[in-house]
């Protein structure tokens, strides 16, 4: 079982930056991948990036590339995101989830991941 934790969501202004966190417990392994998804009212859950623990790569949505980067501390069991150029329809709840086997596949299929974290506000007003 692995317990996710995010922090770090607030209001910013357009074109400011926020890092999330997502710390983890439990046992995870170097298969693991950690996504940030997000969902704004009314809408879909939607990838946003994704990162291996193992081999440390990643993979983004287009709509955020070149503007949010994924990283991870291994030692602390934590995984970032850093968001920057932040713009009004970033805004959403910004789940951290763990995908048990996703060193293999990199997925953005938000079914794939096992387990979530509670989600964290995330707030870009214009």
């Known amino acids: 079982q692995v317990q996710l934790v995010e922090s770090g969501g607030g209001l910013v202004q357009a074109g400011g930056s926020l890092r999330l966190s997502c710390a983890a417990s439990?046992?995870?392994?170097?298969?693991?991948?950690m996504g940030w998804f997000r969902q704004a009212p009314g809408k879909e859950r939607e990838f946003v990036a994704v990162?291996?623990?193992?081999?440390?790569?990643?993979r983004y949505a287009d709509s955020v590339k070149g503007r949010f980067a994924i990283s991870r501390d291994n030692a602390k069991k934590t995984v970032y995101l850093q968001m920057n150029s932040l713009k009004p329809e970033d805004t959403a709840v910004y789940y951290c989830a763990a995908d048990r086997l996703g060193n293999f596949r990199l997925t953005d299929q938000a079914r794939e991941y096992e387990y979530w974290g509670q989600g964290t506000q995330v707030t870009v007003s214009s």
């Open positions: 439990g046992r995870t392994s170097s298969t693991y991948a």
């Open positions: 990162i291996t623990w193992g081999t440390d790569n990643t």
